[in-house]
């Protein structure tokens, strides 16, 4: 499910589900959270053809409380933004729902142009509260509400690009050692910690927020 290498001192974190398209299960989750405890300066995210394409829904329905695992990958996203370590996703493929998610909360995310970027759990009855609560400061209301609203998939890696989410473009070959680059430069930047402890500031309300919101709406897929 999950595989780990070094890169230095660069922890490369990568999604190892292909044929779901790395869509997040419990198992999943933990081991995404159980990788970001490796000891390292910084971590990249990649998931190979596909970066993730949110949450199976097929594994929700078979877990006893799928409210707790919602609250569980949530758990994920916040260590990642609480950690004084760099995150910086590596996006090839689908980032769809909790994989877009996963990326924006990511310190910053380098991507192929033809990445597809989306939000669509509104064609599923949901919400995706973690890219609202945390995804107005990146993308800003318009586009947040839009997306989340209108469950529109396509949005390529060059919009994603020009519109703030991805910070910077690769080729397919060169996209992890992009990644990499930039987790080691970010790592290597002494006063990182306390640029980012500043910018996630506010993060604990939307996240307090976004479990409150989820757990109702998940009667409706199980």
Same mark, same amino acid.
């Given at each position: ?64 409380? @799928?409210?707790?695992?919602?609250? #569980? ?12 370590? $760099?995150?910086?996703?590596? %996006? ?8 877009? #998610? ?17 939000? $669509? #759990? ?5 919400? @995706? ?60 930047? $002494? ?22 919101? %989820?757990? $109702? ?6």
């Amino acid at each position: 499910m999950i595989r780990t290498t070094r890169h230095g001192q660069v922890a490369v974190v990568t999604l190892d589900r292909p044929g779901k398209r790395n869509a997040i299960d419990p198992a999943l989750c933990y081991g995404l959270r159980d990788a970001l405890c490796a000891d390292a300066d910084a971590y990249v995210i990649t998931g190979g053809e596909n970066f993730c394409a949110g949450f199976d829904a097929h594994a929700l329905r078979a877990v006893d409380e @799928p409210a707790r695992f919602m609250t #569980e990958m949530q758990s994920v996203f916040e260590r990642m933004e609480a950690t004084d370590r $760099p995150v910086v996703a590596a %996006v090839d493929g689908y980032a769809l729902g909790m994989g877009f #998610e996963l990326a924006l909360v990511c310190d910053a995310a380098v991507a192929t142009a033809d990445a597809t970027f989306g939000l $669509p #759990e509104i064609t599923h009855g949901l919400l @995706p509260p973690v890219a609202v609560g945390r995804g107005i400061d990146v993308l800003g209301r318009g586009w947040i509400r839009h997306l989340a609203v209108s469950g529109r998939r396509w949005w390529s890696g060059t919009e994603a690009y020009d519109l703030g989410l991805v910070v910077e473009l690769a080729g397919r070959e060169d996209l992890v050692t992009a990644a990499v680059s930039l987790a080691a430069d970010l790592a290597a930047n $002494p006063n990182f910690a306390a640029g980012k402890r500043i910018l996630t500031g506010g993060a604990e309300y939307a996240y307090r927020m976004s479990a409150e919101t %989820v757990a $109702p709406l998940l009667g409706t897929l199980v």
